[in-house]
């Protein structure tokens, strides 16, 4: 037995509970159907949208040879299984952020969002010529899948708190939403972490379960109805400054596409990434000016808790070392950061400041 068949007989134990009632992939007159599962409820705002606009334009530019049934989250397997249920083969791919998947593998961190990490544009980067493609490939396919870059929703928001957060010390005890490595950065400061699927946060909120919580950004969250329950909105994030999204296929089905279709699933995947990323920059300063009518205070974090959040994320981030993959995707991430960072800083930083400060935005 190979490695891949292996895993995937082991996988398909945590799996199979919730996967039972995925039925193979549908071939009927050298046309396939395939089962996208997603960590996104139905209609929660960019991000179901972009695992949509995967689908549809897989399927089109296929001329239906692919047609991708997507199910949200809770359609067939929960938010959190969908890893799994791909990795077994129970379902051909999913759509969604892999920090809620770092138990599987902690350099899976680096294909989601590291604390005080790579913005979209230098993600992109490191992706796409700068060596993140090749580590990704070699980190997805010990678990029998071939990952994706396919949306980003830009720098995401530092949360809403049931009060104003003036010091380090006002996080010890606070019950927080926050997946991933941010999260595990927020428990060092003393916070008790919540990690919940997107479809799960109101109610919490509401309910009094967390006192606070981190989505994406002023559109998204403004759909969810947060302000519905607390007015406190910090609007900047050490947590996630350039989120990636993934389309991660099954890797056995992936294979089994010809050469044309392997390179549309690609090319939707790429065009995903600029279109979700879009999506949300056309709408997030409009939510945000909707939402500060409405009476939404919004807040900045004092330099001293920016300060906190830093030395724990470094803590965080180094905290794996140990395992051989995780220290070269780190090397790799770090040192394509710190080539493309100074020159974003100096060419696109000075002129928007510039800009912002003539046009007086």
């Known amino acids: 037995m190979d490695r891949r068949s292996f895993l995937r007989a082991t996988t398909?134990?945590?799996?199979?509970a919730a996967a039972t009632s995925l039925a193979a992939p549908a071939y009927a007159q050298g046309k396939r159907t395939l089962t996208l599962v997603t960590t996104w409820?139905?209609?929660?705002?960019?991000?179901h949208d972009s695992a949509q606009?995967?689908?549809d334009q897989i399927t089109a530019a296929t001329d239906g040879q692919l047609t991708v049934d997507l199910k949200a989250a809770g359609e067939l397997v929960g938010a959190f299984e969908v890893f799994d249920a791909v990795s077994a083969g129970q379902a051909d791919m999913y759509h969604g952020v892999d920090y809620y998947f770092l138990g599987q593998h902690p350099a899976i961190s680096f294909f989601s969002q590291i604390p005080f990490g790579m913005t979209f544009m230098?993600?992109?980067n490191w992706i796409y010529h700068d060596g993140g493609g090749e580590l990704s490939d070699e980190l997805y396919s010990i678990f029998g899948l071939k990952a994706f870059s396919s949306g980003n929703t830009g720098p995401q928001s530092g949360g809403w708190f049931a009060k104003e957060m003036n010091s380090p010390e006002d996080f010890q005890g606070l019950k927080f939403r926050m997946p991933g490595q941010g999260g595990q950065v927020l428990g060092k400061l003393g916070a008790s972490v919540q990690n919940l699927p997107g479809a799960e946060v109101y109610q919490a909120l509401s309910s009094g379960a967390i006192d606070g919580t981190e989505w994406i950004g002023p559109w998204a969250d403004e759909k969810a109805g947060f302000q519905e329950i607390t007015?406190?909105?910090y609007t900047g994030?050490?947590?996630e400054p350039g989120p990636n999204l993934n389309l991660t296929m099954n890797l056995d089905v992936y294979e089994s596409l010809t050469p044309v279709q392997q390179e549309i699933v690609s090319q939707v995947a790429r065009a995903g990434n600029i279109w979700t990323m879009s999506l949300f920059m056309a709408n997030n300063s409009a939510a945000l000016q909707r939402l500060q009518s409405g009476g939404v205070k919004v807040m900045e974090f004092p330099d001293s808790v920016w300060d906190a959040f830093g030395a724990a994320a470094k803590e965080v981030v180094e905290e794996s070392m140990g395992d051989e993959l995780y220290a070269r995707c780190y090397d790799s991430y770090m040192t394509s950061l710190q080539s493309s960072a100074p020159w974003i800083a100096r060419s696109e930083g000075t002129f928007t400041a510039q800009r912002n400060r003539v046009l007086g935005i």
């Open 12 to 16: 398909a134990g945590g799996a199979a």
């Open 41 to 47: 409820g139905r209609g929660l705002a960019g991000v």
């Open 53 to 55: 606009y995967c689908a």
């Open 122 to 124: 230098e993600y992109a």
């Open 231 to 233: 007015k406190t909105y």
């Open 237 to 239: 994030g050490f947590h």
